[in-house]
């Protein structure tokens, strides 16, 4: 698929510091980039739509072309230089099994949604505590046998949650809101999946563990011997960056901008409603449609230059600006954008350019 993420290529770029000077949030004038549109444009830059419309005179159906240069109507800011918004609290997090958390509030091992994995721990350990079966510990976070842990892991600990349904909730509403298929959440608690909801009704809702194995890669011809890295040149698995977003075969690969048939990701062929999870820990830079080519997309930002994208979800279940840790579900598999079916179109980025996510992944394992 010849295919750039046009949609969030500005915000990559901009976080690389190769685009613009000011971050959108600041810039006053916004030259238009290839696959902007104008709700784009005014949700990064935080004006409303109709301010920008106004400001440059646009007229109806308020099509914006490439290049073209627009007014960001800014409020007039007292000299100086404003003070960046403080960071959400850090939610509290055991280190040892004392109870107490990184934040210096007393937490029950009971209690525990994240644990940092302190020295002498074992997962039986850290699960015997929790009073949270080892298997689930396991399964929420990926590990495979023998499901060591290290020091300084950061573990999910899955916990039963409640809701309590309030006038006007819909079944998507609750499930959008926890993450979870509604339709798995109207079997835990015996509920006609397409009735209405009463309101005032308490809702079981369950932990859903389906984490991905490592997929078995699609067989292609085999290459024309050459000086490029072999396979035994891929990082040990301890090293890998990144994990795999969803089980499946992937029907196309990763192609360099060399190439006249480029392809700037993996696209791995799942069923329809399939979790898909984060890499790699991060924050979400986009969690929206975008109707070009990508469908639902969310990107996340991994710090020192790395991204990766989810795009032709089905369903996003983060928002803009959230942080989600490894292993964290973000959307479900779907056919959205260009998709040639229920299938996950996976990208990694280094500042800005994308980068073949194979030798950031663990091995696949070998088909006989």
């Known amino acids: 698929m010849r295919a750039i993420l046009a949609c969030v290529g500005a915000a990559l770029l901009m976080a690389t510091g190769a685009a613009r000077a000011a971050p959108p949030e600041e810039e006053t004038v916004h030259v238009v980039q290839s696959g902007e549109t104008l709700n784009g444009i005014a949700n990064r830059a935080k004006v409303s739509r109709e301010a920008i419309i106004k400001a440059n005179n646009l007229k ?12 960001i109507p800014r409020a007039v800011k007292p000299a100086g230089k404003p003070r960046p918004a403080p960071l959400p609290k850090p939610p509290a997090v055991t280190t040892k099994s004392t109870g107490k958390s990184t934040t210096g509030a007393a937490t029950s091992a009971e209690q525990e949604t994240q644990h940092v994995v302190a020295p002498g721990e074992t997962l039986g350990g850290i699960a015997s505590r929790a009073k949270v079966p080892r298997v689930l510990i396991a399964e929420a976070n990926g590990l495979a046998p023998p499901y060591d842990v290290k020091v300084g892991q950061k573990l999910v600990i899955p916990r039963t949650r409640h809701h309590t349904v309030k006038a006007g909730d819909t079944g998507f509403d609750v499930s959008y809101q926890y993450g979870v298929p509604w339709r798995d959440i109207a079997v835990a608690n015996g509920l006609d999946p397409d009735a209405p909801l009463p309101a005032g009704k308490d809702l079981l809702i369950p932990t859903v563990l389906n984490p991905p194995p490592i997929p078995t890669v699609a ?23 990144f994990a795999w977003p969803v089980s499946g075969p992937v029907r196309r690969g990763w192609k360099s901008h060399a190439t006249t048939d480029f392809h700037d990701g993996l696209d791995i062929t799942a069923p329809r409603g399939a979790t898909v999870r984060a890499a790699a820990a991060g924050t979400v830079l986009y969690a929206a449609r975008e109707k070009e080519q990508f469908g639902n997309l969310v990107v996340l930002d991994h710090g020192d230059g790395w991204y990766t994208a989810y795009a032709f979800l089905s369903r996003i279940t983060v928002k803009k600006g959230v942080k989600v840790v490894r292993g964290e579900r973000i959307g479900l598999v779907g056919d959205t954008g260009m998709a040639r079916g229920n299938e996950l179109h ?16 663990p091995e696949p394992p070998r088909t006989p």
């Open 60 to 71: 109806e159906p308020y099509g914006v072309r490439v290049g073209q240069k627009l007014a």
């Open 346 to 361: 996976f990208e990694v980025r280094r500042n800005g350019s994308p980068v073949d996510p194979l030798p950031e992944l």
């Open 219 to 241: 067989a292609t011809p085999a290459p024309a011997p050459a000086p490029a890295p072999t396979p035994a040149a891929r990082p040990a698995p301890a090293a890998v960056r």
